[in-house]
């Protein structure tokens, strides 16, 4: 019996990557309005570099711009970087279609709701809260819980423990196959590709059930648990 369901967060609660893009095209936009005398698609392409060699959580990414171009950072520059940054991200922070009514549902349903996230701490909680998702997980899991990222076994027995389920008890939700199902399966959970934020391409996810929408959720939960209409 599905007794919790633990979801990753970017590109599974919210398009993460559309918000990225669009948030960087700003700052990008803002610098070049502030004085950066780089065009466009460099200023890009240099920023994509910093993102492949620290992360796509890196915090500097910016600083990291003007200091490997000047040797100095430009804080005229920086600040206009940041603000338009952060309006943007604001602005493209939403939810994917349906992921509230889900929520809301699962709740109904007497289910424990987690997440599990490689996302440092300070991020994911930014994002749930932003997003007024703070209160409805009974925890949150982020790389700082635990040290390891996905598909090590850590982060997801440490959901497990919080929200007191066994790992047949509990279905992973997220859109990175070779981290989110596989680290899942590992531990024993059912496990949920959630096709509809992939940007991989993946072909075979090798989860136990594919979803195009969040909302198909409930269905699974309640065949699982042999819920009939």
Not at 41 to 62: C, L, P, S
Request: hydrophobic share 45%; no cysteine; proline share 2%.
């Amino acid at each position: 019996m599905i007794k919790a369901v633990i979801f990753d967060l970017d590109n599974t609660l919210v398009d993460f990557m559309v918000m990225k893009r669009q948030a960087i095209d700003a700052a990008i936009n803002a610098m070049m309005d502030a004085g950066l005398k780089l065009s466009r698609d460099d200023i890009q392409t240099r920023i994509d570099e910093i993102y492949k060699e620290r992360g796509m959580e890196f915090q500097n990414v910016f600083d990291q711009l003007l200091y490997d171009e000047f040797q100095k950072v430009d804080f005229k520059i920086l600040s206009a970087g940041v603000i338009a940054y952060r309006r943007a991200r604001e602005a493209a922070l939403v939810p994917y279609p349906h992921v509230y009514m889900t929520l809301m549902e699962l709740l109904k349903l007497g289910l424990r709701l987690g997440v599990v996230s490689d996302a440092p701490a300070r991020e994911a909680w930014l994002r749930l809260t932003y997003l007024n998702f703070h209160h409805i997980f009974d925890h949150v899991v982020t790389f700082e819980d635990t040290g390891e990222r996905k598909p090590n076994a850590a982060p997801f027995r440490r959901a497990l423990q919080l929200l007191k389920v066994e790992g047949h008890e509990a279905l992973m939700v997220g859109d990175w196959a070779e981290r989110d199902v596989v680290g899942a399966a590992n531990v024993g959970m059912k496990t949920v590709f959630a096709r509809y934020g992939d940007t991989f391409g993946t072909v075979e996810s090798n989860a136990d059930y594919e979803i195009n929408d969040i909302s198909e959720l409930i269905d699974i939960v309640r065949n699982e648990n042999s819920v009939r209409f």
